[in-house]
């Protein structure tokens, strides 16, 4: 397989597909035992590093997620790194204390240096904290250089995690110090809170390169539906970030986002289907 395409953000070069890392840390967006079963299933950290030596084999070796807050991630990139000799490029969302007081911002500061000492690249505060900072009557993200500057002191890239779409144009109306946001995008709307065709002009209007997020809804739609529909709506120095959880997923995904950008029918086997007999020309 050819290496992954790659993009350059704040001078740093990061493969177009991302690892996320919802599908190892038990978040499915589904249901409570669909949680645990993740959980469970992804309890041992060499689980999950079965996965992650997929992706960085294939030239895949930028991973996001809250980190430093789940050391299960660390350790598997640390065992998938041994075992294939790549460097993984850390995006890590902690989720921080953005409490207007000394004592949490140096909570903030306490668990930066954390993420620092991790081994993160791009530093970009979960969107659970940013969004409170949100104020849409004046159309700012208040006292948001309080925690970029941090995140530059301690040399990594600052960027910022969204939910709410409000954060990019904000971010970019004040000329923050950012190099990246990570926003929803799928073709379902999921998640999304304006319409798909308003997430793309945004996405398309951005000053810096996106990481955009649930390219499949969390499972809704089909890798093949979901995947294509985000390649071929997105700028070339845009993302995908993609959740898996076998090997052999890990594997679908790269191939099919390939052949989405090649322009071309994925080189992968065709699903189960009881009429599949009545179409198919093998």
């Known amino acids: 397989m050819d290496k992954f395409p790659r993009t350059t953000v704040g001078g740093v070069s990061v493969s177009r597909l991302i690892v996320g890392t919802n599908w190892f840390l038990g978040w499915s967006h589904q ?3 669909k949680d645990d079963w993740i959980k469970e299933s992804m309890a041992d950290y060499r689980r999950i590093a079965d996965v992650m030596e997929v992706f960085f084999r294939a030239g895949v070796d930028t991973v996001m997620g809250p980190l430093t807050q789940n050391p299960v991630a660390l ?6 790194e041994d075992r294939t000799g790549v460097s993984a490029i850390r995006v890590d969302t902690p989720i921080i204390n953005i409490e207007d007081t000394p004592a949490a911002r140096d909570e903030t500061a306490a668990l930066f240096d954390e993420v620092k000492a991790n081994g993160a690249v791009f530093c970009m505060p979960h969107h659970s904290s940013v969004e409170q900072l949100l104020d849409k009557s004046i159309r700012r993200i208040r006292r948001l250089r309080d925690y970029t500057d941090m995140i530059r002191e301690r040399q990594m890239h600052p960027g910022l995690s969204a939910h709410m779409p409000e954060v990019l144009v904000y971010a970019d109306e004040q000329d ?6 990570i926003q929803i995008y799928n073709s379902l709307g999921f998640l999304m809170q304006l319409e798909v065709d308003w997430i793309a002009r945004i996405i398309h209007g951005a000053k810096h390169p996106v990481m955009t997020i649930k390219p499949m809804a969390a499972g809704r739609v089909p890798p093949f539906q979901g995947l294509n529909f985000v390649w071929n709506t997105i700028r070339e120095q845009d993302m995908v970030t993609v959740g898996t959880i076998t090997p052999q997923e890990a594997a679908e995904v790269i191939e099919i986002s390939m052949a989405a950008i090649e322009r071309r029918m994925p080189r992968t086997n065709v699903r189960s289907t009881p009429s599949r007999q009545h179409v198919s020309s093998h």
């Open 31 to 33: 249901t409570t035992a």
């Open 75 to 80: 350790d598997a990139i640390k065992e998938a």
């Open 176 to 181: 923050e110090d950012v190099e990246t946001y």
